[in-house]
C-alpha cells in the first residue's frame, strides 16, 4: 500500500484502517514491533502557536486526554502521543493498537445479530468502567458508537477507543456530526454541537439496546442528507421502539427452544437503565458516568424478577397465556408448594420411616439381656437369696412359673412332715386312735 504522507518521524504509515468525516485512523509502528493507531483529525492547524486558536484548542483537549492515561484502565485505550503531522498538518492521536473485532463486527455474520444477556451486561460493565475513569479526569468522549468499542481477544476486555472528537472545537464537532457523524448514536443536543457528561451516557444506552434488539432504535438507511434529517428529528421526538419486541425477532432461529425462552427474559432493571440512558432531555439521564456505573451495580443486585410480557414469550408460551384458566395458576388441577414446606414435609416423612424400621428390628429380634435375682426356695432358709441370670423375658416367665409351682410343692410337703411328725407324738403319749387320718392330698 502507497503512503499518502508521512505522520511524523520515527513512526511509519502502515495504511488506513479507517477513513470517515470525523478523521481517519492509520496503522503506525514505531522502532521494533511495536503497532500503534493513529487518529488524524481533518482540520489542518497550519502553525503550532498559541495564537492559533485551533492549536490552543487542540492543545487543550489533548493534555486532557493525558490525564485518562495517568491511571491506566483496563477498559480505556491508552494515549501514547500527539502532535501535528510532518505532511499536511494535521492534528493526529497516537493510541496503542487494540487486536480484535469491534462491535460492529460482532453484530455482523457469522456472528449472531444480537448478544446474550451474559455479555450485555459484560459489556454494560466494562464501558459504564471506561466512561466513569474519563469523566472522573474531566474527559467527554463524544463519540461511542459501535466500531469505537473493540473486543481485545488477549485480554477478554471490552476497549473504549477513539478520542478523536474530544479533541474538536464546538465548531468543527457540529459540521463533523452534521456531514459525517455517526447519527444513529448521537444524542438530541448534539446536533447543535453541544457535548455533555450525559451526551456520552445517551450513546452508551444507544449500544446497549442494539446489543439486546439487534437493530440501533432509529436506524439511517441511507447516507443521504434527507434520511440522516430523519434521524436526528427520530433522536429528538420521537419514543424508542420496544426493545424485547425486536429482540423477540431478531433472536437466532437455531438457537435451542429453552435458551430462547431464557434469553428473552431481560432484568428489569436493565431496560429501567437503558430507557433513562435514551431519556431526551440529558438532565434526565445519568449526569456522569461515575453515576452510570453506581446505577448498575445497584441495578446487579436487584432480587427483582424480570417482567414477562406477551411479546417476551415464545408463540408456545403466548398461546398458554391467552387460554382462560380457573384459580391463581394456569394448571388449577395441580397444588403447589412452598420450598420450605416441601423441604419439612420430606424431613417428617424422613423420620416416619426411620421410627417404623426401628419398631420392626426390635419386633424381630429379642430385648437385651436383664439380670434378675430370684429367692431361691429349694432352702429351708427362705431369707438367702439365690443369683439367677434370665437370658430373655421368656425365659423369665418360665422361670417365675416354676419357682410359684416350687414354693407350692415345698409348703404341702412340710405340712405333710409336719403331720407325720404330730402323729408319732401321739402315738407313744396315748392309745392308739383307730381313727383315720386324713393325708394331704398332693393335688391341691
Known amino acids: 500500500m502507497s503512503k499518502v504522507f508521512t505522520i511524523t518521524k520515527g513512526l511509519e504509515n502502515m495504511g488506513a484502517l479507517r477513513t470517515g468525516g470525523q478523521g481517519s485512523v492509520y496503522k503506525g509502528r514505531r522502532m521494533g514491533p511495536i503497532i500503534s493507531a493513529v487518529k488524524l483529525l481533518p482540520t489542518p492547524i497550519h502553525t503550532e502557536d498559541n495564537d492559533d486558536k485551533n492549536f490552543r484548542t487542540f492543545q487543550n483537549e489533548v493534555n486532557k486526554l ?7 484502565n483496563p477498559n480505556v485505550v491508552k494515549i501514547l502521543a500527539s502532535g501535528l503531522t510532518e505532511s499536511g498538518s494535521f492534528p493526529y492521536i497516537e493510541m496503542e493498537f487494540i487486536e480484535g473485532p ?44 459501535s466500531n469505537n468499542v473493540k473486543y481485545n481477544i488477549h485480554s477478554g476486555n471490552y476497549v473504549l477507543l477513539d478520542f478523536g472528537l474530544a479533541i474538536m472545537s464546538d465548531e468543527q464537532r457540529r459540521t463533523s ?14 446536533n447543535t454541537g453541544a457535548m455533555y457528561m450525559a451526551t456520552d451516557i445517551y450513546s452508551y444506552g444507544i449500544i446497549l439496546y442494539e446489543l439486546l434488539a439487534g437493530q440501533v432504535p432509529f436506524p439511517l438507511h441511507d447516507s443521504g442528507e434527507t434520511a440522516r434529517n430523519a434521524v436526528m428529528i427520530a433522536h429528538m421526538e420521537s419514543p424508542v421502539p420496544d426493545v424485547l419486541a425486536l429482540r423477540k425477532n431478531n ?14 427474559r431481560v432484568p428489569q432493571w436493565l431496560l429501567q437503565l437503558i430507557s433513562t440512558c435514551l431519556e431526551k432531555d440529558p438532565e434526565k439521564r445519568y449526569p456522569s458516568g461515575m453515576a452510570l456505573q453506581e446505577a448498575l451495580f445497584d441495578g446487579s443486585l436487584s432480587t427483582e424478577q424480570p417482567a414477562v410480557t406477551i411479546d417476551q414469550l415464545p408463540d408456545k408460551a403466548e398461546a398458554n397465556h391467552k387460554q382462560p384458566a380457573s384459580g391463581n395458576h394456569p394448571d388449577s388441577d395441580k397444588m403447589y ?58 425365659a423369665k416367665e418360665k422361670a417365675t412359673d416354676s419357682a410359684t409351682q416350687q ?25 392308739q386312735d383307730t381313727s383315720t387320718v386324713k393325708q394331704p392330698d398332693n393335688n391341691q
Not at 452534521?178 to 443536543?189: N, Q, S, T
Open 407 to 431: 414354693t407350692i410343692n415345698d409348703v404341702i410337703n412340710d405340712e405333710r412332715q409336719k403331720a407325720e411328725s404330730q402323729k408319732k407324738a401321739d402315738s407313744t403319749s396315748t392309745p
Open 177 to 190: 456530526i452534521r456531514h459525517a457523524g455517526a447519527i444513529e448514536f448521537m444524542a438530541p443536543e448534539q
Open 66 to 72: 493525558k490525564k485518562v492515561n495517568e491511571q491506566p
Open 251 to 264: 433472536v437466532p432461529a437455531g438457537w435451542p427452544e429453552q435458551k430462547r425462552d431464557l434469553e428473552m
Open 102 to 145: 469491534d462491535l460492529e463486527d460482532l453484530l455482523k455474520p457469522p456472528h449472531d445479530p444480537v448478544f446474550t444477556i451474559k455479555e450485555v451486561l459484560k459489556l454494560a460493565d466494562h464501558l459504564a468502567n471506561a466512561l466513569s475513569h474519563c469523566h472522573m479526569v474531566g474527559v467527554k468522549h463524544g463519540d461511542i458508537k
Open 337 to 394: 408448594i412452598s420450598k420450605p414446606l416441601f423441604f419439612a414435609l420430606m424431613c417428617i416423612f424422613a423420620l416416619s420411616l426411620i421410627t417404623c424400621a426401628y419398631l420392626l428390628l426390635n419386633q424381630n429380634h429379642p430385648l437385651a439381656p436383664v439380670k434378675t435375682i430370684v429367692a431361691d426356695t429349694t432352702k429351708k432358709n427362705p431369707d438367702t437369696p439365690k443369683q439367677v441370670v434370665i437370658h430373655d423375658y421368656r
